[in-house]
């Protein structure tokens, strides 16, 4: 059973914007962490941002000042919004939450064309 659920992945030209979006099953309880991870062809996967339960909020040095992590009123959604968009920002974009477990989402492909 898929328990987080991504969306807003695409193609777009450097310079450009997205918004990624990670829905968390209402059977997760007590969620900490939720995070963004980007996994591009031949590399490691690697943190991009993440933020607590009480919005303390962590960047990738390479994403900082362009990316901005958020969370919903209930908690329950993280968001990705992402600008001036870079083709080294090209990946696979996962999603991450923490409780006493790890849940990962399917991942969600980025392109940023030059």
């Known amino acids: 059973q898929v328990q987080l659920v991504e969306s807003g992945g695409g193609l777009v030209q450097a310079g450009g914007s997205l918004r990624l979006s990670c829905a968390a099953s209402?059977?997760?309880?007590?969620?900490?962490?939720m995070g963004w991870y980007r996994q591009a062809p031949g590399k490691q996967r690697e943190l991009v941002a993440r933020?607590?339960?009480?919005?303390?909020?962590n960047y990738a040095d390479s994403v900082k000042g362009r990316f901005t992590i958020s969370r919903d009123n209930a908690e329950n959604t993280v968001y990705l919004q992402m600008n001036s968009l870079k083709p080294e920002d090209t990946a696979v974009y996962y999603c991450?939450?923490?409780?006493?477990?790890?849940?990962w989402g399917q991942g969600t492909q980025v392109t940023v064309s030059s």
């Open positions: 991450r939450a923490t409780t006493d477990r790890l849940y």
């Open positions: 209402k059977t997760i309880f007590r969620i900490n962490t």
């Open positions: 933020i607590t339960s009480g919005g303390g909020t």
